[in-house]
């Protein structure tokens, strides 16, 4: 992919961070962890335009495995906070050029330029029972109005986050309800 993108056009969470504060002096980001299994985090971030607001105006989510870039090994989850900020901030008004950030997408860039393009994990086969499940569990989904419900949905099935079913991801379902429903 490298060559298929610049990364310039791409702005830097950091960037984001400071343009919401230029704005919003008076705002607030609150970030909390989802999932923690030691090899894998999972962290939400929700931005307030005035700190004391009780609902936030978008959240963001992202994702890191822990030892899947050099910076992982030590520092996984500040890594995995600072993308979902940068999530929320995007999926608020301060996507820049590019929705994705720079860093996100220096992370495309480490990947392609990877010679062993083995996945980081294993993703489990799932048997006709569990395959049954969770796409039921992806009608729930599209079914359910409230975000603390679709939190405790990943948090129940975080070991099947990343099975596809019907094209899609458990994860990449709930992530879409939630943004949606902010």
Not at 57 to 78: P, R
Not at 112 to 129: F, G
Not at 130 to 156: C, F, G, M, P, S
Request: net charge negative; aromatic share 8%; hydrophobic share 35%.
């Amino acid at each position: 992919m490298a060559g298929r993108f610049n990364l310039e056009d791409y702005d830097t969470v950091e960037s984001r961070i400071k343009k919401f504060w230029e704005q919003f002096p008076n705002g607030r980001i609150h970030t909390q962890i989802m999932h923690n299994d030691g090899s894998r985090f999972i962290v939400q971030a929700w931005v307030y335009t005035d700190r004391e607001d009780d609902r936030s105006v978008t959240s963001g989510m992202a994702e890191e495995i822990v030892g899947s870039s050099m910076v992982t090994k030590t520092s996984a989850l500040e890594v995995c906070e600072t993308s979902a900020i940068g999530r929320a901030l995007a999926n608020f008004i301060f996507s820049g050029n590019k929705r994705p950030s720079r860093e996100e997408m220096e992370k495309v860039e480490r990947y392609e330029n990877n010679t062993r393009k083995t996945p980081l994990y294993a993703v489990r086969t799932l048997t006709p029972e569990e395959l049954e499940r969770l796409e039921k569990i992806l009608d729930i989904i599209q079914e359910t109005n409230e975000v603390d419900a679709l939190r405790k949905i990943w948090a129940d099935e975080k070991d099947f986050l990343d099975s596809k079913v019907r094209g899609t991801t458990i994860k990449d379902a709930l992530n879409k309800r939630v943004q949606e429903l902010s």
